[in-house]
């Protein structure tokens, strides 16, 4: 044989030997990696050196985490993740701040938010001057004919004394005004208004509502729950770019909060029409999405009255639309609010005997819609402020499970404010979530106590501990616009329960600890929705969106009042300042 030939093909050998592995494509990545770490095999973002709160009982702190793609890659000590960090790694160091996780407002009604943002604003107004004085700045700005809208009024901020038409009729003489209280259950209308809507003092009141008289039998311009609609109906629908503004606003402001995720049970509200919900979720959210403007996760909740319209969207396009949209089920009302005496009790009201609240919707007809519902695979959602509305929806949800059958159905009751004894067992005992907001007790404590007497007031208002000592998933919310969106207030109120003008709490038993109100803004919020594996704790694979908070400590975030935002994350992405 040729020697040359022999060389050859033994060189050859030895060269397919030693370097076919290189020509493989996983030894050529890894080998690759090796020697130049990029973002593709190791974090884009490794934060550092602080006090990290996972919201995960199994491992509480951490004092790092590593961040590829939106989700957390690692989390624990700075030196677990060091090989992590590689080409493009950028690295955030803390300084010992606190972190947590994202905020989950568990109840706001979004768009309706950032509306009330550019209106008339009268939340806080505690002087009937100042009401007049807005309204009267609004109409020497708008176009004579025009609506004049706002919100937020709480006739309780000045000594109780419910608000009429005669009181703005002086400086709207040409334009109709509508101004909602700030629980969403009444409105008031001027004289223009009512008269445009046809309303007299022979219309009768619509079932699930009423029409507030004088006592000449004249209506005052109040208008209960279901009655609204006499004048919603008059409204001028509100365009596409404005309630595109108005979640865009809103959703900004929400970061400001360190809320990252909003559970929207959108603008629907008793007397309002279901298709607000859907024309938001097309105009708004999936415009939002596709166009990448979306700032904020939404948990989408659309009237019960709907629920085989969602069921098909579902079965099409399934719960998670995106990172950003997830449909969440259906929505319904039980009763009206305490602050319109609307809301459902087993007793009358003490400074209104012969009122018991309002029913808004027919039980059987709720019964057979939450039946449909959860038998499409649907989570229910119902509103129950009142504790006959509470007892009548916990025997309803029973009812639909034994008949259903077992599943893991997460009801919920949104509110859950005023129990009777025994009822906050039933939530643990039957699965129930229940969907607080804090923040309502710091109006309701003096309100409850004049509405329905001291004792009914101090057994069965705002139970966050007993409902969590029942085994009750607790999920913390603000219901945005009625209060505003504000989770480290939320949670100090829930810890404290304090109320303005008070030295001592209100029901001082019922108080969480700081751990507890913090989990339920955030992993028990999540679970409240069924989105636990995405979001609310700060464990690995979970989407990374967290808050960095000002306190240099935990005890100093534990003990202290004045702990503000200073930064918001959303999948990884600085999303404020």
């Known amino acids: 044989m040729n020697l040359s030939i022999v060389i050859s093909a033994s060189i050859a050998i030895f060269l397919s030997v030693f370097f076919f592995p290189l020509f493989n494509s996983t030894y050529w990545l890894k080998w690759r990696a090796s020697l130049i770490p990029s973002t593709k095999f190791g974090a884009d973002l490794i934060v550092k050196n602080g006090v990290i709160f996972t919201s995960d009982p199994s491992f509480p702190f951490a004092n790092s985490m590593a961040i590829r793609d939106g989700r957390i890659l690692r989390i624990g000590n700075y030196s677990s993740l060091q090989d992590l960090s590689g080409y493009g790694t950028k690295e955030l160091n803390l300084e010992g701040k606190v972190v947590v996780p994202g905020f989950i407002d568990s109840h706001v009604h979004l768009i309706s938010a950032g509306l009330q943002m550019a209106r008339v ?102 208008l209960i729950d279901a009655a609204m609609e006499l004048i919603l109906s008059w409204i001028p629908e509100v365009s596409v770019d404005e309630r595109r503004e108005a979640m865009l606003r809103a959703s900004s402001f929400a970061l400001t909060r360190g809320v990252t995720t909003v559970v929207d049970v959108g603008r629907y509200f008793p007397g309002s029409s279901v298709e607000h919900s859907w024309q938001d979720f097309s105009d708004v959210y999936q415009w939002a999405d596709s166009s990448g403007k979306m700032k904020i996760r939404v948990c989408l909740f659309f009237p019960i009255e709907t629920w085989s319209r969602l069921y098909g969207v579902i079965h099409r396009a399934g719960r998670a639309l995106s990172n950003w949209i997830y449909l969440g089920g259906v929505k319904a009302f ?6 319109s005496n609307s809301a459902l009790f087993h007793e009358p009201y003490f400074d209104d005997p012969h009122n018991y609240g309002l029913q808004v919707v027919e039980f059987e007809s709720l019964f057979n819609m939450t039946i449909a519902s959860d038998l499409s695979g649907l989570q229910v959602a119902i509103h129950a402020i009142g504790d006959k509305a509470t007892d009548l929806i916990l025997d309803m949800y029973e009812s639909v499970a034994l008949k259903n059958g077992k599943r893991d159905r997460r009801f919920r009751i949104e509110h859950a404010q005023h129990l009777a004894p025994g009822t906050a067992d039933r939530f643990g005992q039957q699965g129930i979530v229940a969907s607080v907001q804090p923040d309502h007790l710091l109006d309701d404590a003096d309100v409850a106590i004049r509405k329905l007497g001291v004792d009914r007031a101090q057994k069965g208002s705002y139970l966050f501990r007993s409902l969590l000592s029942s085994n009750a998933l607790l999920a913390l919310g603000s219901d945005w616009p009625v209060t505003s969106t504000y989770p480290l207030r939320a949670i100090r109120t829930a810890m404290n329960r304090i109320p303005p003008g008070w030295d001592t709490a209100w029901i001082p038993s019922e108080r969480l600890s700081l751990n507890d109100a913090l989990i339920a803004h955030t992993i028990s919020a999540a679970r409240a929705c069924f989105r636990e594996n995405e979001i609310g704790s700060l464990l690995t694979r979970k989407l990374a969106d967290f808050v960095i908070l000002s306190s240099d400590s935990w005890d100093e975030f534990a003990t202290g009042g004045s702990t503000s935002v200073n930064a918001t994350y959303v999948g990884g992405i600085q999303a404020y300042p």
Do not use: C, F, Y
Request: proline share 5%; glycine share 14%; hydrophobic share 40%.
């Open 121 to 222: 604003q009268v939340e806080g107004v505690n002087r009937k001057d100042e009401i007049v004085r807005r309204v009267k700045e609004a109409v020497l700005n708008a176009k004579r004919g025009s609506w004049i809208l706002g919100g937020g009024w709480n006739n309780d901020l000045w000594g109780g004394e419910l608000p009429m038409a005669s009181w703005i009729d002086e400086v709207t003489p040409d334009n109709p005004v509508w101004l909602t209280r700030m629980d969403g259950h009444m409105g008031l209308a001027n004289s223009v208004a009512l008269k445009l809507a046809g309303v007299t003092n022979l219309t009768k009141d619509p079932n699930g509502g009423t029409i507030m008289q004088t006592a000449d039998g004249e209506p005052t311009g109040l």
């Open 334 to 339: 039980a009763d009206g609010s305490l602050g």
